[in-house]
């Protein structure tokens, strides 16, 4: 199936994100489509397979011209999309994600796709219980149970080893020989480069298609600028949150066990860990999210004042209880740390800033957006930069940041850890929860979680 896009528009109420863009995807091949947060990939996706509907021009598959006003309707043409976040229910099994959706149920090829991608998995157990990685490969499953002739995958890699994307391109190529169409949206140029067989580049608008040459490989340029410290108030008191003996045991989620670490001012600690090893168990709690019961006591120190509290505390006693200022940013982004449906100044609301200062903030994220826009307009990169900003505002002296780098390009990514190594320096006790994509050579301290225990690498 080859795909054509014919001067596609597509815009918001205060940005357009797709200018007359022109593409053409020739069947049998793997295609690459890389660009900055915000540039238009995701939404390129979502109009192609009918989860949003352009403003003007054509989509041609084989030539012909075809319209999609919902995703079945694309789905039924032979057009499937793996979401960067899985779209799929966590209170099912995986055996029962797979088959959602299905209009005829292939017991023999459900069992035959299950067994490449989910070699020694258990198909009965629940998918809540499963890390992101089984989660994409039970989303990728479901989807090649459709027998789709184009294949969408957004950002694949941000949820795989380093071994489990060389598996998943393997397959790929087999399903690509096999004549299928795929298109990949990633921010890595070195798995462009390694994996697939033409890049195109998204940038105002409008897809560049590769030359292979080394100046059309660099979609951003290189920013070497340093974030200081010299801007901001003075924290010379000492801080410190310390966990002791936490300990919880979900019904459905993994357990955590004898939880204990301290950080303090002017430290970033990292923990490591997948959610099969608890570390969405140990984000709720810690950050005041959690609906399970626990054991153990969390301590908070600043200076000469001191706090205790359970290990059932609110992520309100957190933010006001606390003798640290503290910022919060959760892995949802899209509807823990905010709301689709809300605009932009309702997001920095919670700090009563006025429109000037909403603007200051949106400066500062180098965002070209209006504090007007809906969230729901916002792509994962830009809302996690915004919803930083928003943490950073009253310079916090406690940090807890789940997966501060998911979704940025790999200069946002260099920006982000640049501040939040600059507020360290200045004083901040910083903890990051991470599957694996912050860097440990920024920390001062690095764990892992290993069935709910934590562990020195």
Do not use: W
Not at 285 to 290: I, Q, Y
Not at 429 to 456: M, S, W
């Amino acid at each position: 199936m080859n795909l054509e896009l014919k001067n596609i528009t597509f815009s918001y109420p205060h940005k357009i994100i797709l200018n007359d863009l022109c593409a053409f995807f020739e069947s049998a091949k793997i295609h690459a489509v890389i660009g900055e947060n915000g540039e238009g990939k995701t939404t390129t996706a979502k109009i192609i397979t009918g989860e949003l509907k352009q403003h003007g021009g054509e989509i041609l598959i084989d030539n012909e011209k075809v319209s999609f006003n919902k995703p079945s309707d694309a789905i039924q043409r032979g057009i499937c999309y793996v979401h960067q976040i899985p779209m799929l229910c966590d209170s099912l099994t995986i055996k029962e994600n797979l088959i959602l959706g299905l209009k005829k149920i292939d017991k023999n090829q459900i069992k035959k796709t299950a067994e490449i991608f989910l070699n020694n998995i258990n198909l009965n157990t629940l998918l809540c219980k499963n890390g992101s990685d089984i989660k994409f490969f039970t989303s990728l499953c479901n989807a090649l149970l459709k027998n789709p002739k184009l294949l969408i995958l957004d950002e694949p890699s941000a949820l795989l080893t380093e071994t489990q994307i060389d598996f998943l391109y393997t397959k790929l190529n087999q399903l690509k020989k096999n004549g299928m169409n795929i298109i990949v949206i990633t921010h890595h140029l070195d798995e462009a480069k390694k994996y697939c067989d033409t890049i195109s580049r998204l940038k105002s608008g409008k897809l560049t298609v590769d030359t292979k040459s080394d100046d059309f490989l660099n979609p951003v340029e290189t920013d070497n600028s340093e974030i200081t410290t010299k801007d901001f108030p003075s924290m010379e008191k000492t801080k410190s949150f310390t966990v002791e003996k936490l300990c919880c045991s979900p019904s459905f989620e993994p357990a955590l066990k004898d939880i204990n670490f301290t950080v303090r001012e002017k430290e970033i600690l990292c923990i490591k860990g997948q959610t099969e090893d608890g570390l969405k168990t140990l984000e709720e709690l810690l950050t005041g999210l959690s609906p399970y019961k626990a054991s153990g006591k969390i301590t908070i120190t600043s200076g000469d004042k001191k706090i205790q509290f359970n290990a059932n505390y609110s992520s309100k006693d957190l933010r006001f209880k606390s003798p640290l200022k503290t910022g919060i940013i959760p892995t949802d982004k899209k509807n823990t740390a905010s709301n689709p449906s809300l605009k932009i100044h309702e997001l920095l609301e919670p700090y009563k800033m006025d429109a000037d200062f909403c603007k200051k903030i949106i400066n500062k994220t180098e965002l070209k957006i209006s504090e007007n826009q809906l969230a729901e307009e916002l792509s994962g990169g830009m809302l996690q930069k915004l919803i930083l900003q928003r943490e950073l505002v009253k310079n916090p002296e406690l940090l807890i940041l789940c997966h501060p780098l998911q979704g940025l390009d790999s200069v946002s990514a260099k920006k982000t850890i640049q501040k939040i190594k600059a507020y360290a320096e200045n004083g901040a006790a910083v903890i990051i929860l991470t599957q694996g994509d912050f860097p440990k050579e920024k920390c001062n301290k690095y764990y892992i979680l290993n069935h709910g225990r934590l562990e020195d690498e």
